[in-house]
């Protein structure tokens, strides 16, 4: 999912890896978005194919949002800080939303359920979906007292389950 990116050139200085304050921003956000990938995939290998739907996407959805959310600085660039930087930044989002409906699509769905896709047809919902977990994450990170990760899963899971159609 993505290109792996360094976040330092062990060979060079900083100043030869980046040439803007962009170029880090878009490193960060990156390295954020393939270590959130890599928590699914590991917790799509970890799936028991006895769990029902909303089990399996309960399992998915905390593996996302407990790696995001890890550091509420992590969800701050994730979901905030990237938002209207520039031009270049949002085809860079877009482009990382679509890798992500693609993971959903043709990962998690057939994983979660047999058979199972997704309502609407490529890209309807998991961009529904995608948008649902962006504005709640937003909300959460504004809240005061934060509530738990465990809260935003509560809440996505009949979101997700809702999109998917199964046999």
Not at 122 to 131: E, H
Request: hydrophobic content about 45%; glycine content about 8%; some cysteine.
């Amino acid at each position: 999912m993505g290109r792996a990116t360094r976040v330092c050139n062990p060979s060079g200085s900083f100043y030869e890896e980046f040439q803007t304050r962009e170029d880090v921003l878009i490193a960060v956000y990156d390295r954020i978005q393939d270590e959130a990938a890599a928590a699914i995939m590991a917790a799509l290998e970890q799936l028991d194919p006895r769990f029902d739907i909303t089990a399996a996407m309960t399992a998915v959805l905390a593996a996302y949002l407990q790696s995001v959310g890890s550091d509420p600085y992590r969800a701050k660039v994730a979901f905030i800080e990237v938002v209207g930087v520039s031009e270049r930044m949002e085809r860079h989002r877009r482009e990382r939303r679509h890798s992500w409906g693609t993971v959903l699509e043709s990962l998690v769905v057939p994983a979660v359920t047999a058979g199972g896709r997704v309502r609407g047809g490529p890209g309807l919902s998991t961009s529904a979906l995608i948008g649902a977990i962006n504005g709640l994450a937003h909300e959460w990170l504004l809240a005061d007292p934060r509530p738990p990760v465990e809260a935003l899963v509560e809440v996505l899971v009949p979101v997700a389950v809702a999109l998917i159609e199964t046999p």
